[in-house]
């Protein structure tokens, strides 16, 4: 990279260096404005136009909605070590696992990476000041917070039992919860996360630096942009979809309803056409940071780097054309099932092009194992089991058996919680002191690292067994003979209940207390690691206009003239 | 503070933007109209299943002149015909989709190879 | 119940071999690729982990060779998965002519399954072995769906249309029957077994011969004409509770105290306003009509069959109030030749 | 719109309209102009799953929809759609007069424009009142005796055609509730932009807000282009 951005307080002080001239006392560390303590005040960030302002807004919001949402997982998995659901009653168990969908997937996953990481990456990975249209950057952060108060409301005054798939006739008929009020709150979000989409693809077209081309962008740019693709596209689909079932609940508008005529897989058909691009929306932006992470923790440019940022599209468009695997045993005909069948096994083929693309960058790498590291090897390891259970799921005579079992629950959330959360986290981890300026404690990292990885294990590996044995979705209560099973399941989520808490922990006490940290921390290559931690609101004090290729480190010999 | 003088190339009307004259916009508002006529004139023709798909082709060709000349598409640059163009692949890909399950389960009525 | 701690489903029909070897490939395929990747990201890292601060790797950009096999490998196992997959699917949906015809009714938190010469169960369903059986399912609410461990088999229930499966029993036994597709509160109880037997005990459970005793057939009744949602086990129900009632002495409303002997309970049931129990509320509905004179007496050989509170009760937990076809009475179960 | 105490950035004055992250007017114009198009892209899938849903009940269900749409006043449609086109023009020469700087001449388009789009909120009132009228809102309260099938007999309650009329009803009054409320949301914007207009905030540099509000009032002709055949011109015969 070729220019030399704003000076920044060495971090490590260089030994040999004289001492400075004793008369003027030696200047206090005269702080650097950066986008943090430019000003001050609830006005200063609730108003704020600041990409990375906003992108902390979205991080404490999400960090909350999180928490809910584990405090809900842990109430299911306490209530499961029983056969016989002692903890609560059918009504609230049912609630409890819906509302844990609901705030997970739509409050959490889907806005996560895209909103926190992205937000504040975006712009400076590109060499922008700002995203395209920051204002409504702002708005789409109030839009996710109206949508997340009403369905805060709904649960609060009761909650709502559909499960997080609002299957009708149960929905529109059946459910006398607040199912108006949480889809309400979905279809607010739902626009946040669209403005998201838009915003990111207008920056990326039109505001990349001078000499930037599509294949000098980072790949971390390119899984977003797909992302965005997905967001736009796939949103409003559910958007409609809450909406008529709100309509058939509130004014008898009976588009799903049986007695009429209404088709509830019709509504499924328009449900899972969102729902399943929307796991993507989810994964995507992991992959991003972890092709970032994997650069720039083995310090060599990524192996195949075209592959991976067309998988990254291919995986966008072939995402919408396979939802029907969710319904093969929902009454959809066989010719169907079979069409879907095969396209869902075309899309699993991206998926695999891109890990053997990161396990090839280790080769002959330098690989540091700080915590981001350990979390992209986590994610590699359980996106790849995550994955090849999906394979197990397309298959269609064995979709019969294990869909709507706990296999397809392990399935999930192996993808989501062993890859989305991992990548969140190492994301986290790998830019934090980009964005607060500060080092977080190695230690407590690798230590959080290891123990989310054993517990996510030991919570959702005999989930696979359980759900072969038959353990269907959503049960309350359950035969004696699962009960093992799920103790070691319940014991394995206490695990990871403290590996979250810790990064929550250790990352608060960093941002006051942590050492400060310089541009460059890991020594990794990308526009972000040009600019001074934490950056100044502008982000680059001069243009900067990009000569070489993403992630050029350089062979051994030119590292003596830098 | 003279705005024009100081602007330079970047304050300068946008090179792209193409002023369509007058004359072109009454003449597609014309066609429309005409469209709209011919739509509903076609309704009361019975052309079997046929009513459908003309409707449809009247309402595209329409829809394509308001895309093309009220909304300067046809002056815009490429992507945005991209964009245009994901949008209906993916709504066609929605349709055609769901569209098959119902054709193969109620209209030719193949729901289980065996029965 | 399989006793102790299984890790693997029985087999026990005629699909479910071909299910299981499915499966079994994919582990190997999965086992594979997962330890491939696992061990090349610990060799790697062990083998390549930073040396030296400043140590730069030598670059590799890719190879297409590589990048080729990793994608073309892949794409043959997922299409050989496929129409593996495929293959098994249109078996399972493909039902052998001449199967033996059951229909299922899901209705909110139970299975009502009757066969064709006339037995009708509730979260039962008897089959022989050997035969293959064809279910043909509706739902009277929501969706539900079919699920059976064991056979391998699933299919949602849907209302307002018929779906069918089907299955062959091979190996006799009693298995788990599940409702796959949530329905609301009790969908966790909206369970019940399938019991396969050896042909001959299926004739003769077929012949009526081993009809359950009248304490059986009234608790069938109990549910079927929904008496369970008032009289509950637990003291929340709108009636009174029926544990140990039989000979106790009861409190009316008028104040007088009878003995609850069968004229009482037979009273109560065809004419409930007559004599209403202390404390409760007179808005029992008359049965009258709604169950025959036998359906009675069974009733009230199950109301005495109920011991003090908390006895073990006979049918399997949870089964709620159930109706069958709206106004038909409940045809006592008359032996079929 | 854009404050004229523009902090001056970079190289050489700032144009007032320029916002401070954009380095060009030309860059700005063309990001906003994208911004709506992907904004309409997602309209197009939004109003997409409505009519796919239309779509499959009409094949599935076509009697019924035959005779809910044969109710419906072709004519007071067709003048809909002869309404909403010319909005279309006027909002075109609306924009085509900003793009001239002609103040008067923008201004005159854009309230023509608003005029005629509440004429068209207008004649859809008129529409809905007559449902309402005849109870053929969905709901408990409806009754299908004032509408013929096919064949000209009077559709009985309770019957198949009914209930998929009743079907048709539900899927007419979504479609067209959510066509209002987009024109709703626009009327609004366009008065805004007269105002600003009005104030001279508009010249052959920088007229993009114009602009965009035409894009996206183009889209809401372009959906009820498509919702008029679908809806009102049901054929009698097939």
């Known amino acids: 990279m070729s220019t030399h951005t704003g000076g920044t307080p060495e971090p490590y002080g260089r030994p040999g260096a004289p001492p400075p001239p004793p008369e003027p006392p030696p200047q206090p560390l005269r702080e650097s404005v950066n986008y943090l303590n430019v000003s001050y005040g609830v006005k200063s960030w609730l108003l704020t136009t600041d990409h990375k302002r906003i992108a902390l807004l979205y991080l404490a919001s999400i960090t909350v909605m999180f928490a809910i949402g584990g405090v809900f997982a842990t109430l299911i998995r306490l209530e499961l070590i029983t056969p016989q659901g002692d903890m609560v009653q059918s009504e609230t168990y049912n609630k409890l696992f819906t509302m844990h969908g609901v705030v997970m997937v739509f409050f959490f996953l889907i806005p996560s990476i895209p909103a926190t990481l992205g937000n504040f990456l975006i712009p400076i990975m590109i060499g922008a000041k700002d995203l395209a249209f920051p204002r409504i950057n702002l708005l789409s952060w109030y839009i996710y917070m109206l949508g997340a108060s009403f369905t805060m409301y709904a649960m609060v005054t009761g909650g709502v039992d559909t499960g997080w798939t609002f299957y009708v006739p149960y929905s529109t008929h059946y459910s006398n919860t607040h199912v108006i009020a949480t889809g309400l709150g979905i279809f607010i979000t739902g626009f946040s996360s669209i403005l998201t989409g838009l915003n990111f693809i207008v920056t990326t077209h039109k505001m990349r630096a001078p000499g930037l081309t599509w294949s000098r962008l980072p790949l971390f740019v390119w ?302 290559r990308g526009l972000e690691w040009e600019i001074a931690s934490p950056p100044p609101t502008e982000n680059f004090l001069v243009q900067p206009v990009v000569t070489d290729k993403t992630y050029e480190y350089g062979a051994e010999e030119d590292a003596a003239i830098v | 503070m003279p705005e024009h003088a100081q602007a330079g190339h970047a304050g300068a009307a946008p090179a792209h933007d193409h002023v369509v004259p007058v004359s072109t916009y009454v003449m597609v508002f014309l066609a429309l109209m005409v ?19 003309v409707a449809m082709l009247i309402a595209v060709t329409k829809a394509c002149l308001v895309v093309l000349f009220f909304m300067h598409l046809k002056y815009s640059p490429k992507l945005l015909w991209v964009w245009v163009g994901a949008a209906i692949f993916f709504l066609a890909q929605l349709i055609v989709g769901v569209g098959a399950d119902y054709l193969a389960r109620v209209f030719l009525n193949l729901g289980n190879p065996g029965t | 119940m399989s006793s102790g701690f299984p890790l693997f489903p029985a087999q026990a029909s005629t699909v479910a071999g071909r299910v299981d070897a499915l499966y079994f490939f994919l582990i190997a395929i999965s086992g594979f690729f997962s330890l491939l990747i696992a061990t090349l990201l610990v060799v790697f890292v062990v083998r390549y982990r930073r040396r030296r601060a400043g140590e730069l790797p030598q670059p590799i950009h890719g190879s297409l060779a590589l990048e080729l096999t990793w994608t073309i490998i892949p794409l043959i196992i997922a299409l050989g998965t496929f129409v593996w997959g495929a293959d098994v699917f249109v078996y399972e949906r493909r039902v052998p002519p001449g199967a033996m015809e059951v229909y299922v009714v899901g209705k909110r938190w139970m299975w009502k399954t009757q066969h064709m010469t006339g037995q009708r169960e509730i979260n039962e369903l008897h089959v022989p072995i050997g035969v293959p059986v064809k279910l043909t399912m509706t739902s009277e609410d929501v969706i539900h769906s079919f699920f059976i461990p064991a056979f391998r088999t699933k299919q949602d229930v849907l209302p307002g249309r018929y779906s069918t499966a089907w299955f062959e029993a091979t190996t006799t036994g009693t298995y788990h029957l599940f409702c796959a597709e949530y329905c609301g509160t009790k969908h966790s109880q909206m369970i019940g077994s399938i019991h396969v037997m050896e042909p001959a005990a299926f004739q003769t459970w077929l012949a ?96 005495q069959s109920l011991q003090a509170p908390g006895a073990e009760v006979v049918a399997p937990p949870g089964a709620g109030g159930i109706k069958l076809e709206e106004g038909a009475s409940p045809a006592p179960r008359k032996p079929k030749p | 719109m854009s404050s004229l105490s523009e902090t001056a950035h970079g190289p050489g004055a700032h144009p007032p309209v320029l916002r401070h992250h954009f380095e060009s007017l030309l860059n700005q114009k063309e990001s906003s102009l994208l911004g709506m198009w992907v904004f309409i892209a997602q309209e197009i899938l939004f109003f997409g799953g409505m009519l796919t849903a239309y779509t499959i009940y009409r094949n599935l269900y076509y009697e019924g929809f035959a005779a809910g749409s044969h109710h419906l006043d072709v004519t007071l449609g067709t003048v809909n759609t002869a309404v909403l086109i010319c909005s279309s023009l006027t909002m075109a020469l609306g924009v085509h007069a900003a793009a001239l700087g002609k103040r008067k001449m923008t201004v005159l388009f854009l309230l023509l424009t608003i005029a005629l789009g509440s004429v068209f909120l207008g004649i859809k009132v008129v529409e809905y009142a007559d449902k309402f009228h005849h109870h053929l809102v969905p709901g408990p309260g409806f009754s299908a005796e004032s509408l013929r099938d096919a064949h000209g007999q009077p559709v009985l309650d309770g019957s198949d055609t009914a209930r998929h009329a009743q079907m048709f009803f539900a899927l007419y009054f979504s479609l067209t509730g959510l066509h209002a409320l987009h024109m709703i949301i626009g009327i609004p914007i366009i008065a805004w932009m007269a105002r600003a207009a009005s104030q001279g905030r508009f010249g052959p540099v920088y007229y993009t807000p114009v602009e965009i509000t035409g894009l996206y009032w183009h889209f809401v002709d372009i959906v009820w282009i498509f919702l008029f055949p679908l809806l009102y011109l049901i054929p009698h015969h097939a």
Request: proline content about 5%; overall charge neutral.
């Open chain 1, 223 to 524: 899984a977003h942009y797909a992302t965005s693709l997905i967001m736009i596209l796939g949103t409003p689909v559910i958007a409609v979809t809450i909406l008529m079932v709100a309509l058939e609940r509130g004014l008898h508008l009976g588009i799903f309803d049986p007695a009429l005529g209404g088709d509830p897989i019709l509504f499924q058909h328009l449900f899972w056409f969102y729902s399943h691009p929307a796991v993507y929306i989810m994964i995507l932006p992991a992959m991003g940071v972890i092709s970032e992470l994997v650069q720039g923790m083995s310090r060599k440019r990524v192996f195949g780097y075209n592959f991976i940022a067309v998988s990254s599209l291919a995986i966008a468009i072939l995402g919408f054309l396979v939802w029907g695997h969710h319904m093969f045993v929902s009454g959809q005909s066989t010719y169907a099932g079979l069409v879907f069948s095969g396209l869902s096994y075309l899309v699993a083929i991206p998926s695999a092009i891109k890990v053997f693309n990161w396990t090839a960058t280790l080769y002959k790498a330098s690989i540091s194992l700080d915590t981001p590291m350990l979390y992209a090897i986590g994610f590699i390891g359980l996106f790849t089991i995550g994955g090849l259970t999906g394979l197990f799921l397309a298959a269609l005579g064995l979709n019969v058996h294990v869909t709507d079992t706990y296999f397809v629950v392990a399935h999930f959330h192996y993808i989501m919680v062993g890859g989305a959360i991992m990548g969140y986290l190492g994301g986290l981890h790998y830019w934090w002191p980009k964005i607060s300026g500060r080092l977080y404690p190695e230690g407590w990292g690798r230590v959080a690292a290891i123990i989310i990885f054993v517990g996510f294990n030991l919570t959702f590996f005999p989930q696979f067994i359980l759900g072969y044995l038959g353990m269907p979705r959503r049960y309350h209560y359950y035969p004696e003979e699962f009960q093992i099973l799920h103790v070691m399941s319940s014991a394995g989520a206490s695990i990871l209940a403290v590996g979250y808490l810790l990064p929550l922990a250790y990352l608060a006490w960093s941002m006051r207390y942590g050492r400060r940290a310089g541009p460059n921390p890991w020594d990794a």
């Open chain 3, 208 to 303: 009526g011969g081993a009809t359950g005793s009248p304490a059986q057939e009234g608790e069938k009744l109990f549910q079927s004409l929904a008496c369970i949602t008032c009289h509950r086990a637990d003291s929340q129900g709108r009636g009174p509770r029926l544990d140990g009632l039989f000979g106790r002495t009861v409190r009316l409303s008028t104040g007088e105290t009878i003995v609850a002997d069968a004229d009482y309970i037979r009273e109560s049931i065809l004419n409930p306003t007559a004599k209403v129990v202390e404390g409760y509320q007179p808005i029992m509905p008359t049965f009258q009509g709604l169950v025959s004179e036998e359906g009675v007496m069974q009733l009230i050989a199950y109301i």
């Open chain 2, 35 to 53: 469209g709209t006529g011919l739509t509903v004139a076609a309704s009361y023709v019975d052309l079997g299943i046929w009513n459908t798909p």
